[in-house]
């Protein structure tokens, strides 16, 4: 059975790695596809935008020398255009044997061939210089024809005018005879009868002869004013770019669909995005990173400097500085706390107690539960976690037992303060108090909002805890009460509590390194004065932050809690 279970399991796992190596690899041929397809349309974008640039120049160059043989134009004979003319159909028919079919052609100039390219625009500009050429032939054609025809007319002018000259001399012969021999002429035999027959039929044949003249002139001259009608001038040579053009727009149009093409790729979609926000995403990541190093900074080498050298504060110097723990040692730098402690509570007296840590209570104990440990201060019960405790009470001597069952590391201890006495103390690290029920704990709230030192700590309130009272406290590996002497320096994040009478105050952390790594707080508490103690955690949690040189939230959290005293 073990065997089939084992193999069961074996095949199991086997099948769900094939499963991940196939889906890998389909991710993996997906990606690729993606990104060669993404770069292949990079390139076809690339090639037509490369297109247009070779057209641009294709068309700078080619107009370029048509325009230089345009400008010879009018230097040139008739036999020079008609050889350049020849040359230029001869050139075109070259490359229009070359030529692909328009579909084929279409196509080549979209992927961005540059040889359909070059010779599109090749055969376009030499069509163009083709028909000014024929246009420059026909006004030559056309000069030359009313040249000729200006000759032409001349000399019909000339020749009727001779004509006409004849003619008016045989009229006035002819005049001149019948005035002479008025009677004569009309005589058939006489010579002047002969005479003026003669005359009449030479005046016949030149009126014939000018009236015809005059009819070739007329004609002649009709001629000369229909060519004189046409144009003469060659017109400006201004190259067209409508084939250029159209072909740009075809150019621009395609780029314009790769674009949209290359917009809806997944590697537009989601890596082109992620890339362009992605310095401005390191610059936050590196802010993040080294800002708390900048605030560490600030706060280590001028807040903590400041804070040191500010004056002590002394809350209570006229009250006595006795603490000890209810086991008997009075403050000799024991450790007074174990994993559980024995309570035995007089008639007269009640326990309020945090109920995880309460781990057993005789029966006929009278149970009830407290909403705050203190009315007056109800934020700073529920920020401390002092809420909903259990009250005990009996009407004889009855004993319980507290521990801390859920922290393995925490320790309790009960500690003692004679009538007299007043503690400064975190609530933190209060679970309970052991108190006569006429006269509860009294708790008072001490503000400094004048002290430079108390702005600088971030440390405004100091919560003060008046004697006679038992108070259960708990501390990580244990809880140990010392006395000041001389003085005491300890780590900030160790401390519980000191005797109000002793003289409070900051120092700074060394070295840099252990604060930057957060092994150590900011500030080190240190006390002052002769009769006092101060109460200490073995070891500090690691997990506790005082300060905004706590994680993130927790730290803030901590800061506001550590200006109320809390």
């Not at 690691?542 to 901590?558: I, R």
């Amino acid at each position: 059975m073990k065997l089939i279970t084992f193999l069961a399991h074996w095949l199991g796992r086997q099948f769900l790695s094939l499963l991940m190596i196939i889906a890998v690899l389909l991710i993996g041929s997906f990606l690729y596809s993606a990104i060669q397809n993404h770069l292949g349309l990079l390139q076809e974008r690339e090639d037509r935008r490369t297109a247009q640039e070779t057209l641009a120049n294709t068309w700078v160059q080619v107009a370029s020398d048509t325009e230089k043989r345009v400008k010879a134009v009018n230097t040139q004979s008739q036999a020079a255009l008609d050889q350049r003319i020849q040359a230029i159909k001869g050139e075109i028919a070259q490359q229009e044997t070359v030529r692909r079919p328009v579909i084929e052609r279409k196509l080549a100039l979209l992927r961005g061939d540059t040889q359909d390219i070059e010779r599109e625009v090749r055969i376009d500009l030499l069509k163009q210089e083709l028909q000014h050429l024929e246009l420059a032939k026909a006004v030559l054609d056309r000069v030359t024809a009313i040249a000729q025809a200006e000759y032409e007319q001349e000399r019909r002018r000339k020749r009727h005018s001779l004509i006409y000259g004849q003619l008016q001399a045989v009229s006035f012969q002819v005049e001149a005879l019948k005035n002479a021999h008025p009677i004569l002429i009309n005589i058939p035999v006489t010579q002047a009868r002969q005479n003026l027959q003669f005359l009449e039929s030479q005046e016949a044949d030149l009126g014939r002869q000018n009236q015809q003249a005059h009819t070739t002139y007329q004609q002649q001259k009709d001629l000369l004013d229909r060519l004189k009608k046409l144009p003469t001038t060659l017109p400006r040579f201004v190259l067209s770019k409508r084939t250029v053009t159209d072909i740009e727009d075809e150019l621009q149009k395609s780029i314009r669909e790769k674009t949209d093409e290359i917009g809806r790729t997944w590697i537009s979609v989601v890596i082109m995005p992620t890339l362009k926000v992605l310095p401005t995403a390191l610059l936050i990541l590196l802010a993040t990173i080294l800002s708390p190093v900048a605030i560490k900074a600030l706060f280590y080498y001028l807040i903590a400097p400041l804070a040191a050298r500010c004056s002590p504060v002394r809350l209570r110097p006229d009250s006595s500085g006795i603490v000890h723990a209810a086991n008997g040692v009075d403050g000799s730098g024991a450790k007074v706390s174990g994993k559980s402690l024995a309570i035995a509570l007089g008639a007269n007296e009640e326990l309020l107690v945090h109920p995880e840590y309460l781990r057993g209570m005789e029966t006929d104990s009278i149970k009830s539960t407290q909403w705050l440990l203190n009315k007056r201060y109800p934020l700073t019960s529920l920020a401390s976690g002092l809420y909903l405790l259990t009250r005990l009470r009996a009407d004889h001597q009855h004993s319980h037992v507290i521990s801390a069952k859920e922290d393995i590391l925490a320790e309790v201890a009960l500690i003692e303060i004679p009538a007299g006495t007043k503690v400064v103390l975190q609530p933190r690290s209060l679970i309970g108090v052991i108190q006569s029920a006429e006269q509860p704990l009294q708790i008072e709230s001490q503000w400094r909002l004048g002290s430079l030192s108390a702005w600088l700590t971030l440390q405004l309130r100091y919560l003060v805890f008046s004697g006679p009272a038992k108070l259960l406290v708990t501390g990580c590996q244990g809880v140990r009460i010392d006395p000041v002497g001389t003085g005491q320096t300890i780590n900030q994040a160790a401390t519980i509590g000191f005797s109000s009478n002793l003289a409070y105050s900051v120092t700074r952390c060394e070295p840099f390194v252990a604060y930057l790594r957060g092994k150590q707080e900011l500030f080190n508490d240190h006390f002052a004065g002769a009769s006092g103690y101060y109460l200490s955690e073995e070891t500090p949690n690691a997990g506790k932050k005082s300060g905004l040189a706590g994680k993130g939230l927790e730290g803030l959290a901590d800061s506001v809690l550590k200006v109320f005293g809390i």
